[in-house]
Nanobody
Framework: QVQLVESGGGSVQAGGSLRLSCVASGRTFSRYEMGWFRQAPGKEREFVAAITWSGGRTYYSDSVKGRFTISRDNFKNTGFLQMNSLKPEDTDIYYC????????????????????WGQGTAVSVSS
């Protein structure tokens, strides 16, 4: 079992930056792929970014490519999402997730490919 806790959300003006963190419990975080998703009320969960267990490969949605950076520190059991040049359309609840396949090396972009989820952190971007 892996428990995930996100933090770092908040309110910023357009063009600003935020850094989200996702702290994982347990000692197996370093084995798992990780992703970030976002969701607005009444909408489907949307893929944002993914990273392999080693951090060696990343993948982004077109809407955030070039503005967001996903990373991880396996020694600290923590994942990050650096968000720059924020836009009002980035306003959402952001969730981190991990799968439980050891060292798969894959980059997953669908919610059903992940097994554990955090509770979410809210990001609000004003124009």
């Amino acid at each position: 079992q892996v428990q995930l806790v996100e933090s770092g959300g908040g309110s910023v003006q357009a063009g600003g930056s935020l850094r989200l963190s996702c702290v994982a419990s347990g000692r197996t975080f370093s084995r798992y792929e990780m992703g970030w998703f976002r969701q607005a009320p009444g909408k489907e969960r949307e893929f944002v970014a993914a990273i392999t267990w080693s951090g060696g490969r990343t993948y982004y949605s077109d809407s955030v490519k070039g503005r967001f950076t996903i990373s991880r520190d396996n020694f600290k059991n923590t994942g990050f999402l650096q968000m720059n040049s924020l836009k009002p359309e980035d306003t959402d609840i952001y969730y981190c997730a991990v799968d439980r396949t050891d060292y798969s090396g894959s980059l997953f972009s669908r919610p059903d490919q992940y097994d554990y989820w955090g509770q979410g952190t809210a990001v609000s971007v004003s124009s």
